[in-house]
């Protein structure tokens, strides 16, 4: 790559002093480094547009990086090439309080935006673990989901409208700021989940809604994952779709009360945090209503409700900080991603039980439970070799398992690469001929995140 | 262990490169640049580790780093930031690297009868006091710039002094000589046997860390035990509004933040500074050897403090009491800077 012809293009905002190129060679994905040739900060759409033709010219790759939470390796350039970070295009352009919408740049943060919302009585329901880190351009470049996707949906649900940047350069207006919008393709929805491999977001429009001014939240205490699973299935089951339903097994409530020191049950097998928001009395009846389902399958320990916000917020920061609280346990930890049908999730929890005792590793398991969406994350010694492996064949387990199980390979992260060797037996060889000629239409010359996703 | 390694490997592991320290992080919060954050930093340290980058190449992001540690408190992998950045500066701030007003400043602190130089102390002796098992520690530059503070601290608990003490060897801990500081912390625990209580967040948190936290109290943790009795401070019959700003160590290192709180509760009108647990600049010798960016950032505090319309800002570290007073002065805002310490004798207190 012509880095000088690069550099008098873009000046100061290209690096490529080794400090700096080391610092993008990973991002949340443990195991998968790779230093790019270049570094761009982009400061405007015409930053980008000018860099994505030089691309496209020169055949260099571009990896886009939002704030680098991912957990799929996608935004590790093992194929060389030029990570463009977009985490300057930190702007909130638009909040309408009567069309229920913001205008954002890419790389708002989650919180941000939400705070931003609560201003005007709104609120942007995603809401990912990793909320006060990841950027709204990523969470759309991934579909992010998070802990209130039961009842609220997730990513995908409030994309309206996206500026984006071809692998061209040409620049397209997907969508629009109504919620009704059948003009031609839903590009829009295409490039949800599409993780920088069709387009650059440079500008985003998402919906917003009413701030909910109730919520209520309990916690119940089970022997195992799998009797807390029971009580999800009969929370739904019962017609109640509530906010929040969330697990962590015992590997990670312990994990959980070492950083945030809240009093956890640290002797239970499982802990289900329910909850639910709204305006009006009806908040209150669901969550009793959840609270005695729960008190009712077998295995449950206790159930109690959180009195007031501060120990709902406790509960709920706890839940959020599972993923990173498990490194605690050990100095590699791998976290997947697979989501079951719901009615399936407490015999899958058991299968992954005994993967664990098969593969003689330690696997927390926590997730969205009311999605179906489970975090298995295995635990090993990474200087022991023989046991990273006995980890590796434990993931190709848990991947299988979801399959067998009709289930998907990820929920919310992402395939990147980390997942790029099962997305065929999910989606089928027809399907993978067919994401690679969308692939070329958006990007003729493969150079957007190439090797990533169905590219 | 392999001795030649800059880093512990074990500490270097525990990071995931989860990014939630990030937004905390001041000087991230700034530049919006990967190499200026937490996560950052700790991969040019894995580079380091393994030979990819040498250290020379590191300096400038070992010296940007505030040194706050309040990527760690926020950490829930319980990533030991500030020990690697301790390894980190004694393996980079070495040599030709190694700037010369700290080889002064260290070398200024670094024997008990220079320290003793800084400022001539009075010592007292309190014949009935219930702090009799507590010594106070009297610091080094404290003891040059701000002598009230110790004298204020001393008057209000009724406590011990022992002129003849040294430095704890902070200092040189932060500042890439490691070893040296934690003698120094070593030497100091000899010096004043029992229990310490120190006026200065920063050397309470590296002397608890060499000799254990079960010797060391922090000046406002120990007058917390007798907050009833503290009475209120009063200006033209009201009480005093304040704010405090926290010591960045005593908060993120010894988690003590809630008990000058409560004091402060007790005796004046006290409002909470957004950004309170952000770090003021001060960041031990940061305002010296990088004064531009100190003062970058303390930009955004200079704004929050201002809109408080404060009677005091209170400090519970004599760095942030200078840092805060010069940077104040500097944006002609009027607010009063003052050590909790010297704040609590304004009340004319207790004499338990
Ligand atoms: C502790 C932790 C908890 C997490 N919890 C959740 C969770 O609950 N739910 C969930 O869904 N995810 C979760 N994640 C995963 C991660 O945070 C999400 O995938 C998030 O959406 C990534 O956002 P980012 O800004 O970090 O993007 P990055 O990691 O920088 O990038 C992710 C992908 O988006 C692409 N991209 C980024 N910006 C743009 C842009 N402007 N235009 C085009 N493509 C772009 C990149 O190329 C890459 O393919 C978690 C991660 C961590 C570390
Ligand atoms: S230091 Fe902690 S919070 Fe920061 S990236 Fe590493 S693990 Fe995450
Ligand atoms: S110590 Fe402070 S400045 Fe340094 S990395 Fe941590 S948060 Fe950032």
Redesign the pocket.
């Known amino acids: 790559m012509d880095l000088k012809a690069l550099t008098q293009l873009l000046g100061e905002k290209v690096k490529t002093d080794p400090v700096t190129l080391t610092a993008f060679s990973t991002d949340a994905t443990p195991e998968f480094k790779a230093t790019p040739e270049a570094v761009v900060f982009a400061e405007s759409r015409d930053d980008v547009v000018k860099l994505i033709q030089f691309a496209n010219e020169n055949k260099v790759p571009v990896i886009t990086r939002g704030a680098g939470s991912n957990l799929a390796a996608a935004t590790v350039p093992i194929t060389g090439g030029i990570i463009l970070v977009m985490t300057k295009l930190n702007r909130i352009l638009e909040i309408s309080k009567s069309e229920m919408l913001a205008v954002v740049e890419p790389a708002v943060t989650n919180v941000n935006l939400d705070n931003a919302a609560a201003e005007y009585g709104l609120m942007y329901p995603p809401d990912p673990g990793s909320k006060t880190v990841s950027t709204i351009g990523g969470n759309i470049a991934t579909c992010a989901g998070g802990l209130r996707g039961l009842k609220y949906g997730v990513t995908r649900n409030y994309v309206l409208g996206l500026e984006v940047v071809l692998g061209t350069g040409e620049v397209i207006n997907t969508g629009s700021r109504m919620v009704k919008d059948v003009a031609g393709y839903d590009i829009t929805r295409l490039l949800v989940g599409s993780e920088g491999t069709l387009g650059v977001i440079t500008k985003a429009t998402v919906a917003l809604r009413p701030r909910p001014t109730i919520s209520k939240y309990g916690v119940a205490y089970f022997k195992t994952l799998a009797d807390a699973s029971v009580a999800v299935d009969a929370i739904v089951g019962a017609g109640i779709l509530p906010a929040t339903l969330e697990f962590l097994d015992q590997v990670c409530i312990n994990a959980v009360e070492k950083f945030a020191a809240i009093g956890l049950d640290t002797s239970a097998g499982a802990l289900l945090l329910f909850g639910e928001d709204g305006d009006s009395d009806d908040v209150e009846i669901k969550t009793q209503q959840m609270a005695d389902i729960c008190a009712n399958p077998a295995g449950v320990i206790s159930v109690t409700r959180a009195k007031n916000v501060v120990e709902a917020d406790q509960l709920l920061f706890a839940r959020r900080c599972a993923l990173p609280a498990l490194a605690r346990e050990a100095s590699l930890a791998v976290s997947e991603d697979i989501c079951v049908p719901r009615p399936l999730l407490a015999e899958t929890v058991a299968k992954i039980a005994e993967i664990s005792k098969a593969r003689q590793l330690k696997i927390g398991v926590f997730g969205h439970a009311g999605d179906g969406n489970l975090h298995p994350k295995v635990l090993a010694d990474i200087n022991d070799p023989a046991e990273v492996a006995r980890l590796h064949a434990a993931l190709d387990d848990i991947f299988n398992l979801a399959l067998d199980m009709g289930g998907t390979i990820t929920g919310e992260h992402g395939v990147g690469i980390a997942k790029l060797p099962y997305l065929e037996r999910k989606v089928g060889k027809e399907q993978m001929y067919l994401f690679r000629r969308i692939k070329s239409a958006f990007d003729p010359n493969g150079i957007l995140n190439p090797g990533k996703t169905g590219s | 262990m392999n001795q030649n390694l800059p880093f512990t490997p074990k500490l270097l592991e525990r990071c995931i490169s989860c990014g939630y ?1 990030l937004p ?5 919060v700034i530049t919006q640049e990967e190499i ?3 996560r950052g ?1 700790i991969n040019l340290m894995r580079a380091v580790q393994i030979g990819e980058l040498s250290i020379d190449q590191t300096l400038e992001q070992s010296s ?9 408190s926020v950490c829930p992998a319980g990533v030991e ?2 020990t690697l ?1 301790e390894e980190w500066r004694s393996a980079a701030w070495q040599g030709k690297n190694r700037n010369l007003i700290l080889k002064l400043l260290l070398f200024a602190v670094n024997q008990s009868w220079r320290v003793r130089l800084l400022g001539i102390f009075n010592p007292r002796n309190f014949q009935k006091s219930k702090w009799n098992e507590y010594s106070i520690m009297l610091g080094c530059f404290e003891r040059g710039l701000f002598p009230n503070v110790s004298a204020a601290a001393q008057k209000n608990l009724s406590i011990n002094v022992n002129g003849n003490q040294g430095c704890c060897g902070a200092l040189h801990a932060h500042n890439g000589e490691l070893a040296r500081g934690k003698e120094m912390a070593k030497k100091l625990g000899e010096q004043l046997p029992g229990k310490i209580i120190t006026t200065s967040g920063g050397c309470a948190a590296h002397l608890a860390s060499v000799i254990g936290k079960d010797r060391v109290f922090e000046y406002s943790e120990v007058l917390f035990n007798q907050v009833d009795l503290l009475k209120p401070v009063l200006i033209n019959g009201e009480k005093a509004r304040v704010a405090l700003q926290d010591s ?1 160590h005593l908060r993120h290192g010894l988690q003590i933040y809630q008990q000058p709180r409560a004091i402060l509760k007790q005796i004046a009108d006290f409002v909470e500074l957004p950004g309170a647990s952000d ?1 003021c600049g001060a960041a031990g010798t940061y305002a010296i050897l990088r004064a531009r960016d100190s003062k970058k950032v303390f930009d955004k505090k200079a704004k929050e403090i201002e809109k408080l319309n404060l009677d005091f800002i209170i400090s519970v570290n004599p760095g942030c009491t200078r840092q805060l007073a010069t940077q104040l002065k500097r944006r002609k805002i009027k607010t009063k800077v003052m050590h909790i310490a010297e704040f609590v004798a304004l009340s004319n207190s207790i004499n338990a």
């Open positions: 320290c905390a992080c001041p000087t991230y200026s954050s937490p930093r940007y780093c505030l040194g706050c540690r309040a990527c760690e930031y500030g950045l960045c770090c």
